[in-house]
């Protein structure tokens, strides 16, 4: 029978929940269903594999350390070997060797060398952390004009090493800026006149330099493109290739194990409106490091990546404001008694992350380094806080000021907690002043987190404004700045660009942490480059992401 009520309206006086609507973005589905799941790791093979890489790696060692060689052949080998993803085999050779020619570096020097191997060796300088001064390219402008001379024009693979080095500028290394934009604009001009490997390289590099590519991938690039560069010493081609193979076993077994774990986590039936990117998120974690010690790392900072996507899919793509703010104060509180404020669909979710987290520092406490897994578990906390910030804009209708958004925008790049998440696995040499500096929030861990922000903004704000979300990076600075949407996106591009000088800056030497824990930093802004230079790969990863984890992880016979 049903009440009425005094305004006469009739109300059913059965308990009826009224379902909210709902901001759902059906996500297109996985791309690749349970298909890494089968996998089994044959550990005599793997073990075999590491046992044939000990002579040829011997080999190159003694040919990184041969006084005899000459100073440009030995940069370039130690390009090929940074190119390729061995720098790490032979890290305090390869440091002496350049610690030594780079006491030696004479401008005079540099006036007879052509191009291409002054762009070589100033790559491999700056990569390895030495400032080789800009000005070695002085001499390629006429002084006259002002502009890169005729002769640099005709010279297609001195452009390609002057554009890749340019990559590595700095603030306030001009020529660098102009070589960046005039070998852009010279190489696009004849990319589709260039025979053989040549174009190859052009193009490759053109879609993405080397510097913003994920190292792992690049590897294998420069190991199909430049094989005459990589056969020049036979046991460098042996090694790379061995090394693949080792490689490509363990990381399909990490695969393997956070499929697994997803699955039986059943997020994808407890919370069906996330997008379901398993393998994407573990190559995101396999760009941070691919070293073959840092197996543990990866699988821990991808099982909390995984929790980070459902928790921003939550927020953006289904909770109710309601619900964001019980979460949220359930996350802040930390403690499974909060699960009964929490409606029923995300209560899985919550004992997980939290279960997850306990087990995590039960193993961290083992080694006395449990600290790593409350900067985690802290920073876990702040980008909830700011999703809730953002959710609070948008229930609201408020379009933030942009310094307003970029405080808060830093904190939902999620390079904060990705990157402290990270060290969580990296062992011993994630001490308390490895911490303490990344709690100091450095110069260049804000540059990554900007770069993750914006760029994913530039490339997704239409798709969350159509949805209603009031701030993103794009329309705050519309807002705050009176400009066009074009202007707008121009200017983020160029605080991006600036960002990447200050990472650039970052890793020269005296550096303030070692290039360990600088690594993670960079490559998190690396794979923003892989993921979100073209689209937004993430969300639709048909594209780059299908195309590497199929390098990586499918088919491919070791070599
Ligand atoms: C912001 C960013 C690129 C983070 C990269 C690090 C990372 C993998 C975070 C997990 C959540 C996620 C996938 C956000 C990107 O999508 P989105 O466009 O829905 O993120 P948004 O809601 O913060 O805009
Ligand atoms: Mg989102
Ligand atoms: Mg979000
Ligand atoms: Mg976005």
Same mark, same amino acid.
């Given at each position: 029978?049903?009440?009425?009520?005094?305004?006469?309206?009739?109300?059913?006086?059965?308990?009826?929940?009224?379902?909210? =609507?709902?901001?759902?973005?059906?996500?297109?589905?996985?791309?690749?269903? +349970?298909?890494?799941?089968?996998?089994?790791?044959?550990?005599?093979?793997?073990?075999?594999?590491?046992?044939? %890489?000990?002579?040829?790696?011997?080999?190159?060692?003694?040919?990184?350390?041969?006084?005899?060689? +000459?100073?440009?052949?030995?940069? #370039?080998?130690?390009?090929?070997?940074?190119? &390729?993803?061995?720098?790490?085999?032979?890290?305090?050779?390869?440091?002496?060797?350049?610690?030594?020619?780079?006491?030696?570096?004479?401008?005079?020097?540099?006036?007879? =060398?052509?191009?291409?191997?002054?762009?070589?060796?100033?790559?491999?300088?700056?990569?390895?952390?030495?400032?080789?001064?800009?000005?070695?390219?002085?001499?390629?402008?006429?002084?006259?004009?002002?502009?890169?001379?005729?002769?640099?024009?005709?010279?297609?693979?001195?452009?390609?090493?002057?554009?890749?080095?340019?990559?590595?500028?700095?603030?306030?290394?001009?020529?660098?800026?102009?070589?960046?934009?005039?070998?852009?604009?010279?190489?696009?001009?004849?990319? $589709?006149?260039?025979?053989?490997?040549? /174009?190859?390289?052009?193009?490759?590099?053109?879609?993405?330099?080397?510097?913003?590519?994920?190292? %792992?991938?690049? @590897?294998?690039?420069?190991?199909?493109?430049? *094989?005459?560069?990589?056969?020049?010493?036979?046991?460098?081609?042996?090694?790379?290739?061995?090394?693949?193979?080792?490689?490509?076993?363990?990381?399909?077994?990490?695969?393997?194990?956070?499929?697994?774990?997803?699955? +039986? %986590?059943?997020?994808?039936?407890?919370?069906?409106?996330?997008?379901?990117?398993?393998?994407?998120?573990?190559?995101?974690?396999?760009?941070?490091?691919?070293?073959?010690?840092?197996?543990?790392?990866?699988?821990?900072?991808?099982?909390?990546?995984?929790? &980070?996507?459902?928790? *921003?899919?939550?927020?953006?793509?289904?909770?109710?404001?309601?619900?964001?703010?019980?979460?949220?104060?359930?996350?802040?509180?930390?403690?499974?008694? @909060?699960?009964?404020?929490?409606?029923?669909?995300?209560?899985?979710?919550?004992?997980?992350?939290?279960?997850?987290?306990?087990?995590?520092?039960?193993?961290?406490?083992?080694? /006395?380094?449990?600290?790593?897994?409350?900067?985690?578990?802290?920073?876990?906390?702040?980008?909830?806080? /700011?999703?809730?910030?953002?959710?609070?804009?948008?229930?609201?209708?408020?379009?933030?000021?942009?310094?307003?958004?970029?405080?808060?925008?830093?904190?939902?790049?999620?390079? $904060?907690?990705? #990157?402290? #998440?990270?060290?969580?696995?990296?062992?011993?040499?994630?001490?308390? *002043?490895?911490?303490?500096?990344?709690?100091?929030?450095?110069?260049?861990?804000?540059?990554?987190?900007?770069?993750?922000?914006?760029?994913? +903004?530039?490339?997704?704000?239409?798709?969350?404004?159509?949805?209603?979300?009031?701030?993103?990076?794009?329309?705050?600075?519309?807002?705050?700045?009176?400009?066009?949407?074009?202007?707008?996106?121009?200017?983020?591009?160029?605080?991006?660009? $600036?960002?990447?000088?200050?990472?650039?800056?970052?890793?020269?030497?005296?550096?303030?942490?070692?290039?360990?824990?600088?690594?993670?930093?960079?490559?998190?802004?690396?794979?923003?480059?892989?993921?979100?230079?073209?689209?937004?790969?993430?969300?639709?990863?048909?594209?780059? %992401?299908?195309?590497?984890?199929?390098?990586?992880?499918?088919?491919?016979?070791?070599?």
């Amino acid at each position: 029978m049903a009440a009425v009520e005094a305004n006469g309206t009739l109300q059913p006086n059965t308990k009826t929940t009224i379902e909210p =609507v709902r901001p759902l973005a059906n996500f297109p589905p996985s791309v690749w269903g +349970d298909r890494f799941l089968s996998f089994s790791l044959d550990n005599t093979e793997l073990e075999g594999y590491a046992k044939a %890489m000990e002579e040829p790696k011997e080999v190159v060692r003694r040919l990184i350390v041969d006084p005899t060689m +000459d100073s440009n052949k030995k940069l #370039s080998l130690i390009y090929s070997v940074h190119r &390729l993803g061995l720098t790490y085999m032979f890290l305090q050779d390869v440091e002496a060797q350049l610690d030594k020619l780079f006491k030696e570096f004479n401008l005079q020097d540099y006036e007879e =060398v052509d191009l291409y191997t002054t762009s070589i060796n100033f790559q491999v300088f700056r990569h390895l952390g030495h400032k080789l001064p800009c000005d070695v390219f002085n001499k390629f402008k006429d002084s006259s004009s002002g502009t890169f001379k005729e002769c640099v024009t005709k010279d297609v693979k001195g452009m390609l090493g002057l554009y890749e080095s340019a990559q590595l500028r700095l603030r306030g290394e001009e020529i660098l800026d102009e070589a960046a934009e005039f070998t852009v604009t010279q190489l696009k001009s004849v990319v $589709n006149t260039l025979e053989g490997k040549l /174009g190859q390289q052009v193009m490759q590099s053109l879609r993405r330099p080397f510097h913003q590519g994920m190292p %792992m991938v690049e @590897a294998r690039f420069y190991f199909a493109n430049y *094989d005459e560069e990589c056969s020049t010493h036979e046991s460098l081609t042996k090694l790379a290739k061995l090394h693949f193979n080792y490689l490509q076993l363990q990381q399909k077994e990490e695969l393997r194990i956070v499929s697994k774990w997803w699955k +039986d %986590m059943r997020f994808q039936e407890t919370t069906p409106y996330i997008r379901d990117r398993v393998p994407e998120i573990y190559l995101w974690i396999l760009g941070l490091y691919f070293e073959p010690r840092y197996s543990l790392a990866r699988i821990i900072a991808t099982k909390i990546t995984l929790f &980070l996507v459902v928790l *921003d899919d939550t927020y953006d793509a289904y909770a109710t404001i309601e619900e964001i703010r019980l979460l949220t104060d359930a996350i802040n509180r930390w403690d499974i008694s @909060a699960m009964e404020q929490l409606p029923e669909y995300i209560r899985p979710f919550f004992k997980i992350l939290l279960d997850e987290y306990a087990e995590l520092e039960k193993q961290l406490a083992k080694e /006395g380094r449990e600290k790593s897994v409350f900067a985690s578990k802290e920073a876990f906390q702040d980008i909830a806080n /700011g999703y809730l910030e953002e959710a609070e804009w948008t229930n609201s209708g408020y379009v933030a000021s942009f310094p307003e958004y970029m405080k808060n925008g830093l904190i939902t790049s999620a390079y $904060n907690v990705i #990157s402290k #998440s990270a060290l969580v696995g990296m062992g011993e040499m994630v001490g308390e *002043d490895a911490l303490a500096w990344y709690e100091s929030h450095p110069k260049t861990l804000q540059a990554s987190e900007l770069i993750s922000r914006l760029q994913d +903004d530039v490339m997704t704000y239409q798709f969350e404004r159509e949805r209603g979300q009031s701030a993103t990076g794009v329309d705050s600075y519309i807002k705050t700045y009176g400009v066009s949407e074009k202007e707008a996106i121009n200017e983020l591009n160029k605080m991006i660009e $600036n960002a990447w000088k200050d990472i650039n800056e970052g890793c020269l030497k005296p550096r303030e942490v070692s290039m360990d824990l600088l690594a993670p930093i960079v490559n998190l802004a690396r794979m923003i480059d892989v993921v979100y230079r073209y689209d937004d790969g993430f969300t639709f990863p048909g594209k780059t %992401m299908k195309e590497y984890i199929t390098l990586l992880f499918v088919g491919s016979s070791p070599m």
